[in-house]
């Protein structure tokens, strides 16, 4: 009897969210200190010993000739005087296999830092504590994680805002890379920005973004190639209908620049296209607004834009799933139809969204994941940081009354997880068989 095996299936179907926090009594040590800790026989296992998994990162020494000087993770191309290479750092993320009983991350602080650490127990990730530990004291320090018994499991970390130089541990520890998870691609704007966004006051983090949190709902690991302020007509600082760079090097969504880093030109080398992603998830932005000049046409500028976008990589991968979130139906106080007011028919996001669905609807395994609305967005009101009470958008962004807070993205990315989680993706690729 022959058994027919259908070529697609909802990506729900192979994701691995992680648990929730970590029973207690299963780790006895989780915090800082600035001074290592005791061991028998004490060693450092340095970030470029090949033993930690470092899917979809891009590594960039902080000091080529002293491995104690760290690696941070060089996401875009993006530059910030003083930084290595003048480059922008982005949040470090990595994964091994440890058997043990105790581990330090050893990292130089800022003063502002965090770090979020999942531990697998009984086949499942799980976050260590609820929210990211966060410190100020800059400097060298130590993230001590201790067991309360011989433990052998995948250990996950998530951190920002430091430099990452190694895992201290026991010599009869052993430390082995974690085989690769399902990978995707995250680009867009500063909501999807791999530096993080640490605002303030109230509460957010470094390591608690929208990739964090779309990995603790999907289990796959995210690119982190936004970059803030842009769109496909923007470069973050003005209009732009090429690819012109801002004082940053940021440059509009789809530029050769960040084509490049999309396709080996960043410090590891290595084509994000060939860790076979399931997404390039797309998160779409108001940062276009009329700039686009769209009109709602199927063929009007922000509608020929995007399709020549999708259309580069659909050709850069046949097996890739793309997916465009829409402007996000962000409220800046302004009237009905204005750029900074409620998401409104016929408004220019709404004339983005118009062209952009209609673009996409043109593409092979393609999705639209519209949180823009008119009819139904995705949340109503205005403001930030709580005030006005009476907001939706006001529980979930920070006191720049611009950007998510650690609610704004975790729910940000549970809505998009679910949706991208009811996509029919092609099991031949969720099985990274192609």
């Known amino acids: 009897m022959t058994v027919s095996v259908p070529s697609t299936a909802k990506a729900s179907r192979f994701f691995t969210p992680i648990a929730g926090v970590l029973p207690s009594g299963i780790v006895t040590t989780n915090a800082y200190d600035n001074s290592v800790g005791t061991y028998s026989n004490i060693t450092t296992v340095y970030w470029n010993s090949g033993q930690l998994n470092t899917q979809g990162q891009q590594w960039e020494a902080a000091n080529v000739a002293d491995v104690t000087a760290g690696v941070r993770n060089t996401a875009t191309p993006r530059t910030n005087p003083g930084d290595n290479n003048n480059h922008f750092y982005h949040v470090t993320e990595f994964e091994f296999i440890f058997t043990g009983t105790q581990f330090e991350v050893q990292c130089i602080g800022t003063t502002s830092y965090d770090m979020q650490v999942y531990v697998e127990w009984g086949g499942q990730m799980w976050r260590v504590q609820t929210e990211p530990l966060a410190g100020t004291t800059p400097g060298t320090v130590y993230r001590r994680i201790a067991f309360a018994s011989p433990y052998h499991g995948r250990i996950r970390v998530h951190m920002g805002g430091s430099v990452f130089i190694g895992i201290v541990t026991e010599q009869s520890a052993i430390i082995k890379p974690s085989p690769d998870r399902l990978f995707g691609i995250c680009d867009g704007d500063s909501w999807a920005d791999g530096l993080g966004f640490k605002q303030a006051s109230g509460k957010s983090y470094w390591s608690a973004g929208l990739c964090d949190f779309l990995f603790e709902r999907t289990g796959i690991v995210w690119a982190r190639r936004a970059q803030g302020g842009t769109g496909f007509f923007n470069n973050g600082t003005t209009t732009v209908t090429d690819d012109t760079a801002d004082s940053t090097n940021s440059t509009r969504f789809f530029s050769t620049s960040r084509k490049g880093w999309l396709t080996g030109a960043?410090?590891?080398?290595?084509?994000?296209?060939?860790?076979?992603?399931?997404?390039?998830?797309?998160?779409g932005t108001w940062n276009d607004g009329s700039r686009s000049g769209a009109t709602g046409s199927v063929s009007g500028p922000m509608a020929t834009r995007a399709l020549s976008c999708y259309q580069w990589i659909r050709a850069q991968d046949p097996w890739c799933t793309i997916a465009h979130v829409s402007p996000q139906p962000y409220n800046g106080g302004g009237a009905a139809g204005a750029e900074n007011g409620p998401p409104t028919a016929g408004s220019a996001h709404d004339l983005n969204r118009q062209e952009?669905?209609?673009?996409?609807?043109?593409?092979?395994?393609?999705?639209?994941?519209?949180?823009?609305?008119?009819?139904?967005?995705w949340w109503t009101g205005t403001g930030?940081?709580?005030?006005?009470?009476?907001?939706?958008?006001?529980?979930?962004?920070?006191?720049d009354g611009v950007h998510p807070a650690y609610l704004g993205y975790d729910f940000y990315a549970g809505m998009i997880a679910a949706e991208l989680g009811q996509t029919r993706v092609p099991v031949a690729r969720a099985r990274r068989q192609v």
């Open 266 to 283: 960043g410090p590891s080398g290595v084509s994000d296209f060939s860790d076979k992603p399931l997404f390039y998830l797309l998160n």
């Open 384 to 399: 930030g940081a709580g005030s006005p009470a009476t907001s939706q958008q006001a529980n979930l962004l920070g006191p």
């Open 356 to 377: 952009q669905q209609a673009a996409i609807a043109r593409v092979a395994k393609a999705v639209y994941i519209n949180s823009f609305g008119p009819t139904a967005p």
